[in-house]
């Protein structure tokens, strides 16, 4: 069963301050990392792909890949409330295109 | 373009009833997907279609089926509804190419 496993939280982080989300993976064959962004009642949105080792900044958001690690993490700097969502981790693997999605982290930014 | 679109928004069965959840997009994506998200939970996929005609079982197919006869449209049927089928179904799009899967706004549906 290939997983992918992230802190449920809250993280609860002041206005203006960074965020940081972890996340590992079991399929070390795997390729390419997103980050999605779930209001609640609402459907997931694409935020950030990953596909090498290292850092991708976009904006506000960073997310870092580390593979021999396993690991992929998402840093939100200059975090405001409407940052407050749930953040899931989607990997994919080597078998076709499918997503195996983490369970979230719930983030809560605070004024 | 609408995008993903499915229906119903909300929906509650009675246990041993059945349904059909539709999805459709318009953008002429082949690959198509059914998720479900229990609260708290991450997405977990229950169907994933590749084109017209062609379907294969997620991680979670069990109690579901689903068909794909045009490219645009994907339900996924519910036999015989269970509470363990509580959820909230989300249905999805991709190209193959690029990186994005396009999610529909999702079902609630519940069980009882």
């Known amino acids: 069963q290939k997983e992918v496993e992230q802190n449920s939280g809250p993280l609860s982080v002041p206005e203006g301050a960074i965020a940081s989300l972890n996340c590992t993976y079991s399929?070390?064959?795997?390729?390419?990392f997103f980050w999605y962004r779930q209001y609640s009642g609402k459907s997931p949105e694409l935020i950030m792909s990953?596909?090498?080792?290292g850092d991708k900044e976009d904006g506000r958001f960073t997310a870092q890949l580390n593979k021999a690690s396993q690991y992929v993490s998402l840093l939100i700097r200059d975090s405001q409330p409407s940052d407050s969502a749930t953040y899931l981790c989607?990997?994919?693997?080597?078998?076709?295109?499918?997503?195996?999605f983490g369970g979230g982290t719930r983030v809560l930014v605070k004024p | 373009n609408a995008g993903v679109t499915q229906t119903p928004k909300f929906r509650i069965l009675k246990i041993g009833q059945s349904m059909t959840l539709q999805c459709a997009q318009d953008?002429?994506?082949?690959?198509m997907y059914w998720y479900r998200q229990d609260p708290g939970m991450g997405l977990k996929l229950i169907y994933y279609?590749?084109?017209?005609?062609?379907?294969d079982k997620g991680e979670v197919p069990n109690g579901y089926n689903v068909s794909r006869s045009t490219t645009e449209d994907f339900p996924l049927r519910l036999e015989l509804a269970a509470p363990s089928q509580t959820s909230v179904y989300f249905c999805?799009?991709?190209?193959?190419?690029?990186?994005?899967?396009?999610f529909g706004p999702g079902t609630r549906l519940t069980v009882t």
């Open positions: 989607a990997v994919k693997g080597t078998a076709g295109n499918k997503l195996t």
């Open positions: 399929d070390r064959g795997s390729q390419s």
């Open positions: 990953i596909y090498s080792n």
């Open positions: 953008m002429n994506h082949n690959y």
């Open positions: 279609s590749v084109g017209a005609g062609i379907t």
């Open positions: 999805a799009s991709f190209s193959g190419q690029g990186h994005e899967q396009y």
